[in-house]
């Protein structure tokens, strides 16, 4: 009884012990070994169950001094709660290039800074594995831990963007060959070949040996693999890779030379390894399967250490990478697909913010996962590779943040917090300077610390809802810039010449693929959807049959999807809903006028002859005189189908004709402003939760602004409600409006 009575509270301690071994030794919760255990203890006579227990705490004990040992567990962080904070700043840090010394001291100066985690690892490998199966973690153990102690997450990054000198000296075919046949070498970074099966051996072991050590560091919050995929390689196996790429998406040489029409100048392949690498000016069919390959081949490189990293981490430690916005190295679309969430490295490079350009990058990279995303890299000032690396002005850094949180970031994050004593990227901007102490922009970096943790729980589980969606395909970018036809026509400008004005009215614009859901939008536009492949066409017809409005724009539908020209000219397979086509297209020396539902006006670069073949399709606005062959034809044509409508616009116009047109767009298809009575200047971003909308205000304009609200809200940073607010330049505010 004596020893039945002892025995219970050291049960309940065996059981916690067992259960805390095995939940830091594997991450997983034993609570049912632990009450199995407890249960067959009891069936257990009293003496016996003693020495039973005895030997049982003496070889927990042994185990759990060796776990230690062998993990050196973290300790508890001062300033932590079990989950991070849902709004995050963060910096890009190099602890391998300091020594451990140094560390309290930056990490000091973060917390200070109100950073909420650091990205590490990334560049570190020859730190990682110094020689061949030569391991070495703790430094990077200790980082994490030391991090913790200052209430800082980290975010581990594969250092596979970086190999190693023993490994490209030993290993010298996992370099990558240039396009023009040379091998790459050591001494710079990315130097690897994406497809080399060795290649990805080694990064497949180095990621899963991170993985295992740093799988369930509770201060571990994700991963990224990589660091800003880009650089490809031009070697025979991975020619041969391209061909069987080929083989297995064409199945035959016969529908390959068909959908190719490589009759055209004895193109015509009877032998699969014949098929070269073009990235320019080959068969417009084989330039844009080359870049399908490299995609596909970035999403398996991806994937390799994507799956090894997975198989030792707790699930709420998440997988990204780093994306490059507009980058058009590979479609994002597809390598995003194996992610938790998207990632993009923000940069102004030379000159300021402009918030269109870098709002619709935002929601480009949102697009990519439709749901919040993460700004991985963002400049601490300037950078060090533009022309002119001027710094952006006072304030502009912090309302640069706000804007991607308004777009939908969850996090921000400053590369870097100091620069490497030697290296290529010296003058790049940081937070702290060459001597360790913080440098002007810190303040300003340190204010937004205590605004994120502010604005957290006010921003969380919120995101961006728009009633336009902007389609794009990275085929359609990719098949105008090889045939440009106007050497200036840029689809990406023209696709900004939409959104910049559909933004200032919806205030949240969605960027996506034409194969998504688009039943939520009131208005889709599709300018420059050159490329069409049958799926996109059919979701667009049943869009408008559904009574969605869609807008077409220059160039749309010309191309099928092996980029090869659809028969009904232009859109393409849409042209029997339109009732209507392109008769023709021109490219422009000069603008020529255009007149019509948006005044008068011009089209730049391009303009496109349209007709009507059908009675309800009407002529919204003509060419005026200009080369003979557009005077006074259509120039913009719409038709109403059921409650829905299709309208092709043929002309690019100026700034104030693409702000009558998105007028006109919105009105007709009932967009509506979410704040109305914003001046000029200010941008608006709303993002929805359940039962709130946090409004982000920023005013661009060099003049102080005044916004006057229907209804008091809010105001998140502050606190208190107000009725208004009074923002000088680059000034930001947040304001919370309850649901009625
Ligand atoms: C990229 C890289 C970083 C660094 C910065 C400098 O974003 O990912 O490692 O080189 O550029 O701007």
Same mark, same amino acid.
């Given at each position: 009884?004596?020893?039945?009575?002892?025995?219970?509270?050291?049960?309940?301690?065996?059981?916690?012990?067992?259960?805390?071994?095995?939940?830091?030794?594997?991450?997983?919760?034993?609570?049912?070994?632990?009450?199995?255990?407890?249960?067959?203890?009891?069936?257990?006579?009293?003496?016996?169950?003693?020495?039973?227990?005895?030997?049982?705490?003496?070889?927990?004990?042994?185990?759990?001094?060796?776990?230690?040992?062998?993990?050196?567990?973290?300790?508890?962080?001062?300033?932590?709660?079990?989950?991070?904070?849902?709004?995050?700043?963060?910096?890009?840090?190099?602890?391998?290039?300091?020594?451990?010394?140094?560390?309290?001291?930056?990490?000091?100066?973060?917390?200070?800074?109100?950073?909420?985690?650091?990205?590490?690892?990334?560049?570190?490998?020859?730190?990682?594995?110094?020689?061949?199966?030569?391991?070495?973690?703790?430094?990077?153990?200790?980082?994490?831990?030391?991090?913790?102690?200052?209430?800082?997450?980290?975010?581990?990054?594969?250092?596979?963007?970086?190999?190693?000198?023993?490994?490209?000296?030993?290993?010298?075919?996992?370099?990558?060959?240039?396009?023009?046949?040379?091998?790459?070498?050591?001494?710079?970074?990315?130097?690897?070949?994406?497809?080399?099966?060795?290649?990805?051996?080694?990064?497949?072991?180095?990621?899963?040996?991170?993985?295992?050590?740093?799988?369930?560091?509770?201060?571990?919050?994700?991963?990224?693999?990589?660091?800003?995929?880009?650089?490809?390689?031009?070697?025979?196996?991975?020619?041969?890779?391209?061909?069987?790429?080929?083989?297995?998406?064409?199945?035959?040489?016969?529908?390959?030379?068909?959908?190719?029409?490589?009759?055209?100048?004895?193109?015509?392949?009877?032998?699969?390894?014949?098929?070269?690498?073009?990235?320019?000016?080959?068969?417009?069919?084989?330039?844009?399967?080359?870049?399908?390959?490299?995609?596909?081949?970035?999403?398996?490189?991806?994937?390799?250490?994507?799956?090894?990293?997975?198989?030792?981490?707790?699930?709420?430690?998440?997988?990204?990478?780093?994306?490059?916005?507009?980058?058009?190295?590979?479609?994002?679309?597809?390598?995003?697909?194996?992610?938790?969430?998207?990632?993009?490295?923000?940069?102004?490079?030379?000159?300021?913010?402009?918030?269109?350009?870098?709002?619709?990058?935002?929601?480009?990279?949102?697009?990519?996962?439709?749901?919040?995303?993460?700004?991985?890299?963002?400049?601490?000032?300037?950078?060090?590779?533009?022309?002119?690396?001027?710094?952006?002005?006072?304030?502009?850094?912090?309302?640069?943040?706000?804007?991607?949180?308004?777009?939908?970031?969850?996090?921000?994050?400053?590369?870097?917090?100091?620069?490497?004593?030697?290296?290529?990227?010296?003058?790049?901007?940081?937070?702290?300077?060459?001597?360790?102490?913080?440098?002007?922009?810190?303040?300003?970096?340190?204010?937004?610390?205590?605004?994120?943790?502010?604005?957290?729980?006010?921003?969380?589980?919120?995101?961006?809802?728009?009633?336009?969606?902007?389609?794009?395909?990275?085929?359609?970018?990719? @098949?105008?810039?090889? *045939?440009?036809?106007?050497?200036?026509?840029?689809?990406? &400008? !023209? =696709? %900004? +010449?939409?959104?910049? $004005?559909?933004?200032?009215?919806?205030?949240?614009?969605?960027?996506?693929?034409?194969?998504?859901?688009?039943?939520?939008?009131?208005?889709?536009?599709?300018?420059?959807?050159?490329?069409?492949?049958?799926?996109?066409?059919?979701?667009?017809?049943?869009?408008?049959?559904?009574?969605?409005?869609?807008?077409?724009?220059?160039?749309?539908?010309?191309?099928?999807?092996?980029?090869?020209?659809?028969?009904?000219?232009?859109?393409?397979?849409?042209?029997?809903?339109?009732?209507?086509?392109?008769?023709?297209?021109?490219?422009?020396?000069?603008?020529? @006028?255009?007149?019509? *539902?948006?005044?008068?006006?011009?089209?730049?670069?391009? &303009? !496109? =002859? %349209? +007709?009507?073949?059908? $009675?309800?399709?009407?002529?919204?606005?003509?060419?005026?005189?200009?080369?003979?062959?557009?005077?006074?034809?259509?120039?913009?044509?719409?038709?109403?189908?059921?409650?829905?409508?299709?309208?092709?616009?043929?002309?690019?116009?100026?700034?104030?004709?693409?702000?009558?047109?998105?007028?006109?767009?919105?009105?007709?298809?009932?967009?509506?402003?979410?704040?109305?009575?914003?001046?000029?200047?200010?941008?608006?971003?709303?993002?929805?939760?359940?039962?709130?909308?946090?409004?982000?205000?920023?005013?661009?304009?060099?003049?102080?602004?005044?916004?006057?609200?229907?209804?008091?809200?809010?105001?998140?940073?502050?606190?208190?409600?107000? =009725?208004?607010?009074?923002?000088?330049?680059?000034?930001?505010?947040?304001?919370?409006?309850?649901?009625?």
């Amino acid at each position: 009884m004596k020893h039945a009575l002892h025995l219970q509270p050291r049960c309940n301690r065996l059981l916690w012990v067992t259960n805390a071994i095995c939940t830091s030794s594997t991450g997983r919760n034993c609570s049912t070994i632990s009450i199995r255990l407890g249960y067959t203890m009891k069936t257990i006579p009293p003496p016996l169950r003693f020495a039973i227990f005895s030997l049982a705490v003496c070889l927990l004990f042994a185990a759990s001094v060796s776990i230690a040992f062998a993990q050196k567990s973290s300790k508890p962080a001062a300033n932590h709660s079990a989950a991070p904070p849902p709004l995050l700043l963060g910096t890009a840090w190099y602890p391998e290039q300091w020594p451990e010394a140094r560390w309290e001291a930056d990490l000091d100066l973060m917390q200070k800074a109100g950073i909420h985690f650091v990205r590490v690892g990334e560049f570190a490998w020859s730190t990682m594995e110094p020689a061949e199966g030569d391991y070495h973690f703790g430094w990077l153990e200790r980082a994490i831990d030391e991090a913790s102690q200052h209430g800082i997450y980290t975010v581990l990054g594969t250092p596979t963007a970086a190999p190693p000198a023993w490994l490209t000296q030993k290993y010298p075919e996992t370099l990558r060959t240039e396009e023009d046949g040379r091998k790459a070498e050591h001494g710079n970074r990315q130097q690897f070949n994406w497809d080399n099966p060795k290649y990805r051996e080694l990064a497949r072991d180095i990621a899963s040996r991170m993985a295992q050590r740093f799988g369930h560091n509770p201060y571990v919050i994700g991963w990224q693999i990589d660091n800003e995929y880009s650089q490809v390689s031009f070697d025979p196996q991975t020619r041969a890779d391209f061909q069987s790429w080929l083989k297995n998406r064409y199945g035959t040489l016969d529908n390959l030379n068909t959908r190719w029409t490589t009759a055209y100048w004895s193109q015509t392949y009877s032998n699969w390894n014949q098929i070269p690498i073009e990235t320019k000016y080959g068969n417009p069919g084989l330039l844009l399967s080359w870049k399908r390959f490299v995609s596909d081949t970035w999403r398996s490189y991806q994937k390799n250490q994507l799956d090894a990293i997975r198989q030792y981490t707790a699930p709420r430690q998440f997988i990204t990478t780093n994306m490059m916005g507009w980058f058009q190295g590979y479609n994002h679309y597809v390598v995003a697909q194996d992610l938790d969430l998207a990632a993009w490295d923000d940069y102004v490079g030379e000159g300021h913010l402009n918030p269109y350009k870098n709002g619709s990058t935002d929601d480009l990279t949102r697009g990519f996962k439709q749901k919040n995303f993460w700004v991985m890299e963002t400049q601490p000032g300037h950078v060090n590779w533009a022309p002119v690396n001027n710094d952006l002005n006072k304030g502009e850094v912090r309302a640069m943040a706000w804007h991607n949180v308004g777009h939908g970031a969850d996090a921000v994050s400053y590369w870097q917090w100091r620069s490497a004593l030697n290296g290529q990227e010296e003058y790049h901007g940081t937070l702290v300077g060459a001597d360790g102490t913080p440098v002007p922009l810190y303040p300003e970096v340190a204010e937004l610390g205590k605004e994120f943790t502010k604005a957290g729980p006010a921003l969380a589980g919120t995101s961006p809802k728009s009633q336009v969606a902007i389609l794009h395909t990275y085929g359609s970018v990719w @098949a105008i810039d090889w *045939q440009r036809h106007n050497k200036n026509y840029d689809p990406i &400008a !023209e =696709l %900004l +010449s939409y959104y910049q $004005p559909l933004h200032d009215i919806a205030q949240s614009i969605d960027i996506v693929q034409p194969t998504v859901p688009l039943g939520q939008y009131k208005l889709v536009v599709a300018p420059g959807l050159n490329v069409l492949s049958k799926a996109a066409a059919k979701n667009l017809v049943d869009y408008v049959k559904n009574g969605g409005h869609l807008v077409l724009g220059q160039r749309f539908g010309m191309k099928n999807n092996d980029n090869g020209l659809q028969t009904e000219r232009q859109p393409g397979p849409l042209v029997p809903l339109l009732g209507g086509r392109v008769e023709q297209y021109y490219a422009l020396e000069n603008p020529v @006028a255009v007149t019509g *539902q948006f005044g008068d006006n011009t089209s730049k670069l391009w &303009a !496109e =002859l %349209l +007709s009507t073949s059908s $009675p309800d399709t009407q002529v919204i606005a003509t060419y005026g005189k200009s080369n003979g062959w557009l005077d006074g034809k259509p120039a913009i044509i719409t038709r109403k189908v059921g409650k829905g409508s299709i309208t092709y616009v043929g002309v690019w116009m100026d700034e104030a004709g693409m702000a009558k047109l998105a007028q006109w767009m919105t009105g007709m298809s009932g967009v509506n402003t979410p704040l109305a009575n914003v001046p000029t200047g200010v941008e608006v971003d709303p993002r929805y939760g359940k039962n709130h909308t946090v409004f982000i205000l920023v005013n661009f304009s060099s003049n102080p602004q005044t916004v006057p609200l229907a209804a008091s809200m809010q105001d998140v940073l502050h606190g208190g409600p107000v =009725l208004s607010v009074t923002l000088p330049q680059y000034g930001v505010s947040v304001l919370s409006e309850a649901k009625q």
